[in-house]
């Protein structure tokens, strides 16, 4: 199950259970339709705490429609997540397709407040592991921090 939300930043995506090919493929395709409704820049904060692991013909559709955000103009992205194996998946699927300096993982599992963690990341550049109330300098819109 998924669902897909227009947000002020951009998109928050949600995930339930696992994704078989098809779903993966009706989700790019709504997916697409979103980003062709929104601004040119936008962020993404994908909401994995229910999901679990997918087949391999999900993941290249899925990777499919992250290409998709890319060329729309993606800025940043925060993966919530609770599964290490979850984490996994989507690390080696991002280094595939070269981008992971946009993505960040918070793991619900160890903070109670990681959808504010998630947000400082899109829309102020702030590192999820830097969230602890010290001034840090934001991280350009597109790219990690030096």
């Not at 705490?49 to 940043?76: D, I, V």
């Not at 602890?132 to 350009?140: M, V």
Request: aromatic share 8%; charged share 25%.
């Amino acid at each position: 199950m998924y669902q897909i939300d227009v947000m002020p930043y951009g998109v928050r995506l949600i995930f339930e259970g696992a994704m078989d090919a098809v779903e993966a493929e009706t989700f790019t395709v709504e997916y697409r339709k979103v980003l062709d409704s929104i601004p040119s820049e936008c962020s993404i904060l994908v909401d994995c705490r229910k999901a679990w692991p997918s087949s391999p013909a999900a993941l290249f559709m899925l990777s499919s429609a992250y290409r998709e955000g890319r060329t729309h103009g993606l800025n940043r992205v925060a993966v919530i997540l609770t599964s290490d194996t979850l984490r996994n998946q989507i690390s080696l699927s991002s280094k595939r397709e070269g981008e992971l300096s946009m993505l960040r993982f918070i793991d619900a599992s160890k903070s109670l407040n990681w959808e504010t963690i998630a947000l400082d990341w899109i829309d102020r550049g702030i590192e999820p592991e830097s969230n602890s109330g010290k001034a840090i300098t934001p991280a350009p819109l597109g790219k990690a921090p030096d």
